[in-house]
């Protein structure tokens, strides 16, 4: 079996190869099989998120000669899955930067979709040998992580920066690699920031288990129960604020998002916290101390702030900047206010 054989194997969505003057290059499927979708589904749910990537690389769609388009995307397989899929019926290659299986944007901004990394792609493909042309093609969410002029000056080739969703490449090629207004418009509706909560809820899972054991263990300390059945409802009681605060925090947050008051994500969540406490505590369970209450009023709101942070490399609200100076000022707060929550609340069982 070649070498292309064995990659087939391996990924299924390679279904055959394309000979060119600098070799072969693996030609790739544009309709999503079972496996690719469930590998999606499985990623939405942070099952093997960290390693969903595909080799980078040069491939082919279609049928691509010396004069098709080259597109460049990151090696996450949804990044590079969802590029494929736009481009049913076309003619042109792909070629996939090594970003250590993270999407373009974030790619970016951590340096891995990169200048370096496009320059060394399009030298170690022999991707001169392979096209007659000099341009490539790059999604516009990894223009912060390139410099045109500097892969100009380094390889010879041209970057043109494409649309924000690939949706749109087949009408940006057609129209002659001119983008309208609508295809730089970044947006992120409900359902763009719905698909990204399951990861954030299924990553609260081990917090909230840990939690739920030092309530048990408290309860337990405390021996006021006349049964396990009792220990086990009082924990639960006891647990209920927690679970608020991170399905809050994990999936109202992003719902809510456009009109939660303030910039910061963490401001965002800090306010939803707050109406959370309102809730529980006007609604649910009303404090039998006002030390228990004021160490809902510590603890909720920093839990909902923090998971709201959680969102930053996701949304169109913040920048690099932006994010590195929130965390500076939010997560020391967050800190702080917990640990004091923490002190009011042992204060509120023992005392």
């Known amino acids: 079996m070649g070498k292309i054989g064995k990659v087939?194997?391996?990924?299924?969505?390679?279904?055959?190869?394309?000979?060119?003057?600098?070799?072969?290059?693996?030609?790739?499927?544009?309709?999503?099989?079972?496996?690719?979708?469930?590998?999606?589904?499985?990623?939405?749910?942070?099952?093997?998120?960290?390693?969903?990537k595909v080799?980078?690389?040069?491939?082919?769609?279609?049928?691509?000669?010396?004069?098709?388009?080259?597109?460049?995307?990151?090696?996450?397989?949804?990044?590079?899955?969802?590029?494929?899929?736009?481009?049913?019926?076309?003619?042109?290659?792909i070629l996939v930067l090594d970003t250590e299986g993270v999407n373009v944007?974030?790619?970016?901004?951590?340096?891995?979709?990169?200048?370096?990394?496009?320059?060394?792609?399009?030298?170690?493909?022999?991707?001169?040998?392979?096209?007659?042309?000099?341009?490539?093609?790059?999604?516009?969410?990894?223009?912060?992580?390139?410099?045109?002029?500097?892969?100009?000056?380094?390889s010879g080739f041209q970057v043109v920066y494409g649309p924000v969703r690939a949706s749109d490449i087949k009408e940006f090629l057609r129209n002659g690699l001119k983008a309208t207004p609508e295809m730089r418009e970044v947006r992120f509706g409900i359902i763009d920031r719905l698909v990204v909560t399951p990861v954030e809820l299924v990553g609260t899972i081990k917090p909230l288990a840990v939690v739920w054991g030092l309530l048990f263990l408290m309860n337990l300390i405390r021996n006021d129960f006349t049964s396990w059945n009792g220990l086990l409802a009082m924990t639960m009681s006891d647990f209920v604020p927690y679970l608020g605060a991170a399905l809050f925090g994990a999936f109202l947050v992003p719902v809510l998002l456009p009109w939660l008051p303030g910039r910061a994500l963490s401001l965002k969540g800090f306010w939803l916290g707050l109406v959370w406490v309102w809730i529980y505590l006007g609604w649910i369970a009303p404090p039998s101390g006002w030390m228990r209450m004021v160490a809902y009023l510590l603890l909720l709101p920093s839990i909902v702030s923090h998971l709201a942070m959680n969102?930053?490399?996701?949304?169109?609200?913040?920048?690099?900047?932006g994010v590195v100076k929130e965390?500076?000022?939010?997560?020391?707060?967050?800190?702080?206010?917990?640990?004091?929550?923490?002190?009011?609340?042992?204060a509120a069982i023992f005392v």
């Open 55 to 93: 080799p980078p690389g040069l491939y082919a769609v279609g049928h691509p000669d010396t004069e098709s388009p080259v597109l460049v995307t990151a090696n996450y397989k949804m990044s590079f899955d969802r590029l494929r899929q736009a481009l049913d019926g076309m003619d042109l290659w």
């Open 311 to 321: 969102f930053t490399g996701s949304t169109t609200y913040t920048s690099l900047s």
């Open 327 to 346: 965390i500076k000022i939010a997560v020391p707060a967050q800190q702080i206010s917990v640990c004091l929550g923490i002190s009011m609340m042992m």
């Open 105 to 154: 944007w974030c790619a970016a901004g951590k340096g891995t979709f990169s200048t370096a990394e496009l320059v060394e792609k399009i030298v170690r493909t022999k991707l001169a040998e392979i096209v007659n042309h000099r341009t490539v093609i790059l999604p516009q969410l990894g223009a912060p992580g390139v410099s045109a002029h500097e892969v100009y000056k380094a």
């Open 8 to 52: 087939k194997g391996r990924y299924p969505w390679i279904t055959g190869e394309i000979h060119t003057p600098a070799g072969i290059i693996p030609q790739v499927m544009t309709q999503l099989t079972f496996r690719d979708v469930l590998g999606t589904w499985k990623v939405r749910w942070n099952i093997h998120r960290m390693n969903y």
